[in-house]
């Protein structure tokens, strides 16, 4: 099976107004001459607009979350096919702040997963373990419980997309060492094998956790990363596009 192209995407979180779309557009512009997928995930109240001004590029839009139902009352919530409408083509699911922050268990990310196929998005899937699970010997049995309970299977020959974000290095300039990034990857794609058969070598698994310019491309650089999911540092076109430079192209 050919590798997986590889997929650079930044995850905005809760920033980004209608100022911000001059950093999609300076993207957008160099996503053609990149090399690899380029993806930006804004709030949900840019997804429509940030479609629509780069249109036409081959930068992809997504969304950061869905709800599992496609409509409904559930306050503050977005379904899939609300994203699709607004232009999205893919969609951040079970992202650590999500399950953290809003208590999302494995059954609910799988329940999200489903919802963004249901509508042909392409869910990009978040799996990590705490400090306190690194430290305690835990993060390979972390990371393969949340990939066998967050990936329902009707994914099997579907687009997706596994992103290792160990919580730990969020947000806090630190970073895995190369050597156990490997680690977490090798054992991520064995357990996509393991539940979808010579399917499972089909996915790109993204390395996310403060992904910046200077460290981006001995990450890129491992054999067992097919990208990078980047929160900060996809904010600026400059930093985001220093991030794609380094990354070997397809
Ligand atoms: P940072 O790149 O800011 O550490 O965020 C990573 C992340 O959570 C991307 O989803």
Redesign the pocket.
Known sequence: MTPPTPLIAG?W?MNGTGQALGEARAIAEAATAAGVRLALCPPATLVERMSRETAGSKLEIGGQDCHSEAAGAFTGDVSAEMLVEAGARLV?LG???RRAGHGESDATVAAKVSAALRVGLEPII?VGETRAEREEGRALAVVTRQIRGSLPAELSGKAFTV?Y?PVW????GLTPTLEDITEVHHAIRATLKDMFGAEGAAPAILY?????PGNAAEILALPEVGGA??????LKAADFLAIVAGAPKA
């Open positions: 995850n979180k951040i992202h650590s702040e978040c992103a974000e290095a969020i947000g806090t996310g956790g403060s992904v910046k999911l980047v929160g900060g540092a996809s």
